[in-house]
């Protein structure tokens, strides 16, 4: 299945296996991705900033960060945007008293509008067969209250799975509900160990020092985010239609309605930038702090090995889609095997990817390929809370269910969608 050959630049004996591109570990011969020399402005102060805060994480430790300015300003930024939210809701009424016709009640509406756009979206649990409470999975919530524990985190509520290569926790609905979501594909490659690590980093959100996760900010993120894609796409649609009907009536409101859409994106960016900006620092610290607190729990190169699968282990929708399709509710046990099989010179091309991919000063997490030189670097051997054989047996049990639900819903709607 594989052979040698050389590499065309440098002439170093590289691995051919047609499964997987082509490329030399040597020089990087075919390895695509960001190029030195082809990186914007804000790509290079993105590295720039990277560098410094890692090298500080590295020289320091990843120790909670008063931010004392910096999370005040966040909260005071944040507390405008929903007093804008809410003003646009007193002057939706005052207009209707004040102007008591067809111009008011436009008015009011437009006005109402904008303040369903940026509501706090609190977010909201699906009912359905993938949420799982305490009394349907005893062991894996005795297992998070052990982790919790160490970090510092509050008991879990409910634990929703999902078919996504990821994880998060978060607060959700009204009541503010402490959710874990557990994405079942990157669950299923992950070893025993590496599953406390995931769970110990997750939970470390709770209390990790980023001002993002607190609801004042992070709603007022997220609906600025909303109506900022609203707005760039009713501008886009007026600068079209005004192009379609050039030199008429409707042109003129559409180009009208562009102008008026572009200022309001104009002020949502300065204010969306201004909170990421003050934010931003907070929120790559959490997740270094979140790292150490991994490798403290699960062990240093369990965490490592956690935040490598990230990167080598990814698996997307569509192809988990088709795996679903073929091999039904086995495809958990199959994820690990197939991924057992990816050789290991395919899995340095993925980190090296990765390690190149332009940055961005407003990312919310640090490359991933520092977070693991970042966990590495601490000495925690042997780790805190230890998953067993037994208990880990249980906890699958637990969660098959849910993943079996995952598997089938996903093949089922792969195989409609080829029949059709």
């Known amino acids: ?49 990277t560098a410094g805060q890692h090298a500080h994480v590295l020289r320091r430790g990843a120790t909670l960060e008063g931010g004392g300015l910096s999370r005040a300003a966040a909260m005071l930024l944040a507390a405008l945007i929903h007093l804008v939210t809410a003003g646009c ?38 009912a359905d067969r993938h949420l799982l409470g305490r009394g349907r999975a005893p062991r894996l919530f005795g297992l998070l209250d052990r982790i919790g ?27 503010g509900r402490r959710t874990l979501i557990l994405g079942a594909p990157l669950w299923a490659v ?12 997750e939970l470390s959100h709770s209390s990790n020092g980023d001002v993002r996760q607190g609801r004042l900010t992070g709603t007022a993120i997220r609906a600025l985010a909303e109506v900022h894609a609203v707005v760039r796409g009713v501008a886009r649609g007026g600068r079209d239609t005004a192009e379609v009907t050039a030199q008429s009536f409707v042109a003129m409101v559409s180009l009208a309605l562009a102008a008026l859409m572009w200022l309001a994106g104009l002020v949502l960016r300065v204010l969306g930038f201004l909170l990421l900006a003050v934010s931003m620092r907070s ?39 088709w795996l679903a399709a073929s091999f039904g509710t086995s495809v958990w046990t199959r994820l690990p095997e197939k991924h057992g099989q990816v050789p290991e010179q395919e899995l340095e091309r993925r980190r090296r990817l990765e390690a190149r991919q332009e940055r961005h000063v407003f990312d919310s997490h640090p490359p991933i390929d520092l977070r693991v030189e970042f966990v590495r670097s601490l000495g925690y051997a042997a780790p805190v ?28 709607a792969r195989r409609e969608e080829s029949y059709v």
């Open 1 to 49: 299945m594989s052979s040698h050959t050389p590499c065309p630049q440098c002439s170093a004996d590289i691995v051919r296996d047609d499964r997987y591109a082509l490329w030399c570990p040597s020089c990087e011969w075919n390895l695509t991705g960001e190029l030195p020399g082809r990186r914007s402005l804000g790509a290079v102060l993105a590295d720039r900033l």
């Open 89 to 126: 809701v007193v002057a939706a009424v005052a207009v209707v008293v004040a102007v008591p016709n067809i111009v008011g009640l436009l008015s009011a509406v437009l006005l109402l509008g904008v303040a369903w756009l940026m509501r706090p979206r609190l977010g909201r649990l699906p």
């Open 149 to 175: 524990a160490e970090v510092g985190a509050p008991p879990v509520d409910v634990v929703f799975v999902s078919a996504e290569h990821n994880a998060a926790y978060g607060r959700i609905g009204l009541r």
């Open 190 to 201: 992950l070893g025993r160990q590496e599953k406390v690590a995931l769970l110990a980093h």
């Open 283 to 321: 929120g790559r610290q959490g997740e270094y702090v979140a790292d150490e607190r991994a490798a403290r729990v699960a062990s240093a190169e369990a965490a490592a090995g956690m935040l490598d699968r990230l990167v080598t282990a990814t698996i997307d929708l569509n192809e988990l889609s």
């Open 385 to 412: 809370v230890e998953l067993g054989e037994e208990e880990a047996a249980v906890v699958e049990a637990e969660l098959a269910p849910r993943f079996a639900a995952i598997a089938t819903d996903l093949g089922q």
